[in-house]
């Protein structure tokens, strides 16, 4: 969830919890508080039941769609400043474009396969297919609800106004004419559809509009229908000149309103009969034969191309289509009835993000904030000593990514310094961590990036930074074609007193500074020289080729991170049965993978007390008599993306804290190179168990998952109000 900068130097108050929603909502639909759509398992009680039973376990895809249903809500929050709300309102529309794209497909592809092999939650790819159907169509209904009714007159209330075509006045249907034939006629190109000009290739997601026409053209063929592709250079959203807009507002207007306004134009001599929005999701997942690529490379950017074209998987029109050529365009993309979503508004709200971004209104934004740091980091002087005296963590974004870059920086230009080694993932097109890697290699380090190509919508960026790098003399290497590289770590080697020394980052984040802003991570800086060493042999794994190499503290997939987890559950669920003290916390963005579960489930049944955090996907029944009635789950959204993946066991008054770059997926414990490290000053593991139970009492931004499969949002009652990441932003950025 991404797309502010929250920097500026506004002073913090006292920790404010979320408010209670005002009442008197607009929408008048049943519940809008309540996430109550289940995920296809009815509950029973199963005391003694198997652990391999599927009715334990959620189905993965309806969890998902569950968590993008939770991101939806926020629109409704009061306690959230109203662009903000349209904010959460806006990602939704991105995260179910990539739900579509990936999952979705997914699908499908495997029911044209006739494949309706069942998973671990004993369902099969069409039904739920025919679950995501519905529960899709009844949630961007009420997306198109929540804009049109609750949102869209708030905004105009404090003076942002979207115009419609038919409340143009007639200067500004003077400005639209005179915009439409300077900027949009120039660059659009419509298609007639004939034998001659068969239906075109549409780019996936683009905006297009299908016309009606009716007379003869200058070749004196029959009109009939048209295809109209918006251009993807135009903004989706045009701001109307301050002279145009009314006094006290600032107004804007879609393109696809202007479109529609002088579609005619674009077919001169004939009659427009009707002019219609709509959108084709394609299939946009990438799929390449370790044993048939030769050049990662290359391969990747032959997949790019096809990724705009792939089968079409969803289509969405203006709720004004008629019947007859939504039909024509579900035949066209080979697509059923129940792929296709008729909205009332824009069918491209994604991109109305990029308005966001130009409006001058803070106040109906979050106050922007500055990050704070640690103590040991605010006198001047070397990075590298700050470290050496003593590991430092940083908690994003309530406390500065600046360190991190600055680490980097230090390191480019010291001579002492000897080699850099780091992983990047998703880094971002313009990033102070490249740029540092350039220097360095320039300036005659020996730099090895070990770069994931294969980052999810960060293909292109990651194949442009792979290229800057190694034109700039650094070693590139693409991770191990069968396992993405997810491990967010750098390695510095130093010359001191005649010795080398090791200095390490591990985070549980991507090295990218808008998202370090956005998004809550841990960032450990180190000089032990246990962990240093085993982070030095991960690198030497990656980079070289030979047997496993023998890592000391860190758990790494895929080779000992599954075992590791799936054995400290055991020992907590040991100390359970002897009678000691048990009690275990994981934090992370997703829980699917089976061996997990059924552990978890096996320590509830010891008496652990296991509390969940779970953001996004999770696949674990809790609640069930006899299997998990000890385990609870709560998912967090707010105004960050919880990111962090931390995991706490009591351990009979031992405790141990880890942090890890890896969710507990089956991706990420078998398909990944990932990392898991201890936190080993006991200071800093306290603070995170700290920072774990401000969580757990959070009332305000917390989602209890229920037995039957639906979320409950957690409210204050007659308790004091406490939200979690207001909390810490308290806590730890910086006091003006």
Same mark, same amino acid.
């Given at each position: 969830m991404e797309d502010r900068s929250p920097e500026a130097d506004a002073p913090l108050t006292e920790p404010r919890?979320?408010?209670?929603?005002?009442?008197?909502?607009?929408?008048?639909?049943?519940?809008?508080?309540?996430?109550?759509?289940?995920?296809?398992?009815?509950?029973?009680?199963?005391?003694?039941?198997?652990?391999?039973?599927?009715?334990?376990?959620?189905?993965?895809?309806?969890?998902h769609l569950q968590f993008n249903i939770r991101v939806l809500e926020q629109a409704l929050d009061e306690a959230h400043p109203l662009l903000n709300r349209l904010m959460f309102l806006l990602i939704f529309s991105s995260n179910l474009d990539e739900f579509f794209e990936i999952r979705?497909?997914?699908?499908?592809?495997?029911?044209?396969?006739?494949?309706?092999?069942?998973?671990?939650?004993?369902?099969?790819?069409?039904?739920?297919?025919?679950?995501?159907?519905?529960?899709?169509?009844?949630?961007?209904?009420?997306?198109?609800?929540?804009?049109?009714?609750?949102?869209?007159?708030?905004?105009?209330?404090?003076?942002?106004?979207?115009?419609?075509?038919?409340?143009?006045?007639?200067?500004?249907?003077?400005?639209?004419?005179?915009?439409?034939?300077?900027?949009?006629?120039?660059?659009?190109?419509?298609?007639?559809?004939?034998?001659?000009?068969?239906?075109?290739?549409?780019?996936?997601?683009?905006?297009?509009?299908?016309?009606?026409?009716?007379?003869?053209?200058?070749?004196?063929?029959?009109?009939g229908l048209a295809i109209l592709p918006a251009p993807r250079s135009l903004p989706r959203v045009i701001a109307l000149p301050a002279e145009l807009c009314e006094e006290g507002f600032s107004e804007a207007v879609f393109l696809s309103s202007m479109i529609h306004a002088h579609a005619e134009e674009l077919f001169p001599g004939m009659t427009v009969r009707g002019c219609y929005q709509f959108r084709l999701t394609r299939n946009a997942d990438m799929t390449m034969d370790p044993e048939e690529v030769s050049d990662l490379a290359s391969a990747l950017r032959g997949e790019l191309l096809a990724r705009r074209y792939g089968s079409g998987v969803r289509l969405e029109v203006v709720d004004t289509c008629p019947d007859e050529l939504a039909a024509f365009l579900l035949r066209e993309f080979a697509l059923g009835e129940d792929d296709l979503y008729r909205v009332k508004g824009p069918v491209n709200l994604t991109r109305m993000m990029s308005l966001l971004g130009d409006l001058e209104r803070p106040e109906l934004f979050y106050r922007p904030f500055i990050p704070g740091l640690p103590k040991n980091l605010k006198k001047d002087g070397s990075l590298f000593d700050a470290i050496a005296a003593g590991d430092i963590l940083l908690h994003h974004p309530f406390q500065s990514f600046s360190p991190v870059e600055e680490l980097?920086?230090?390191?480019?230009?010291?001579?002492?310094?000897?080699?850099?080694?780091?992983?990047?993932?998703?880094?971002? !097109?313009?990033?102070?961590?490249?740029?540092? +890697? %350039?220097? $360095?290699? /320039?300036?005659?380090?020996?730099?090895?990036? &070990? #770069?994931?190509?294969? !980052?999810?919508?960060?293909?292109?960026?990651? +194949? %442009?930074? $792979?290229? /800057?790098?190694?034109?700039?003399?650094?070693? &590139? #290497?693409?991770?191990?074609?069968?396992?993405?590289?997810?491990?967010?770590?750098?390695?510095?080697? /130093?010359?001191?007193?005649?010795?080398?020394?090791?200095?390490?980052h591990l985070g549980t984040g991507n090295y990218h500074s808008k998202t370090a802003k956005l998004y809550t991570d841990y960032s450990l800086l180190t000089a032990d020289e246990a962990l240093c060493e085993d982070v030095h042999q991960v690198f030497q794994q990656l980079s070289g080729m030979g047997r496993a190499r023998h890592i000391e503290h860190l758990l790494h997939a895929p080779f000992t991170l599954h075992e590791g987890m799936v054995a400290m559950i055991e020992r907590e669920a040991e100390h359970a049965r002897r009678g000691r003290r048990a009690h275990l916390i994981i934090k992370c963005n997703s829980l699917t993978e089976p061996k997990l579960i059924q552990a978890l489930y096996r320590a509830s049944r010891a008496g652990v007390e296991c509390d969940l955090i779970i953001r996004g996907m999770c696949c674990l029944r809790p609640g069930v008599p006899g299997v998990s009635e000890n385990i609870r789950v709560r998912s967090i959204i707010g105004r960050f993306l919880e990111h962090t993946r931390v995991f706490y066991f009591q351990n009979n008054g031992k405790p141990e804290v880890w942090a890890s770059s890896a969710d507990f997926m089956s991706r990420n414990m078998f398909h990944r190179v990932e990392t898991c490290f201890p936190l080993r000053e006991r200071k800093l593991a306290a603070r995170v168990r700290k920072d774990l139970e401000t969580y757990l009492v959070d009332n305000c931004q917390s989602w209890r998952l229920q037995p039957d499969g639906s979320y409950i949002k957690q409210q204050p009652g007659d308790a004091a109000p406490i939200s979690a990441q207001e909390t810490l932003l308290y806590a730890y950025a910086a006091k003006a």
């Open positions: 919890a979320a408010d209670t929603p005002g009442e008197g909502s607009a929408l008048d639909t049943p519940a809008p508080r309540l996430n109550q759509t289940r995920t296809g398992i009815k509950p029973k009680a199963l005391p003694e039941a198997e652990l391999d039973d599927p009715s334990l376990y959620f189905n993965r895809e309806l969890s979705v497909a997914g699908l499908k592809h495997r029911v044209t396969l006739g494949d309706e092999s069942t998973g671990f939650d004993g369902r099969s790819p069409s039904s739920v297919l025919a679950e995501i159907s519905q529960i899709a169509h009844e949630q961007i209904e009420r997306q198109y609800c929540i804009l049109n009714d609750i949102l869209l007159p708030a905004l105009e209330e404090r003076g942002l106004r979207f115009r419609r075509r038919s409340e143009w006045t007639e200067s500004q249907q003077a400005w639209a004419r005179d915009y439409f034939h300077e900027e949009i006629m120039p660059v659009i190109s419509p298609i007639g559809l004939d034998p001659s000009h068969p239906f075109p290739r549409l780019v996936n997601k683009s905006l297009n509009f299908i016309v009606q026409l009716e007379g003869k053209d200058a070749f004196g063929r029959e009109g980097l920086a230090e390191a480019a230009r010291d001579p002492s310094v000897l080699a850099i080694k780091q992983t990047l993932y998703r880094t971002g !097109a313009d990033s102070p961590i490249v740029n540092s +890697l %350039v220097e $360095a290699a /320039r300036g005659g380090k020996e730099v090895t990036v &070990v #770069i994931e190509l294969r !980052a999810r919508f960060d293909e292109a960026d990651n +194949l %442009v930074l $792979a290229s /800057r790098l190694q034109e700039a003399g650094a070693i &590139v #290497i693409y991770g191990v074609m069968a396992y993405k590289t997810h491990a967010k770590m750098m390695h510095i080697v /130093r010359r001191e007193k005649g010795r080398l020394r090791y200095y390490v």
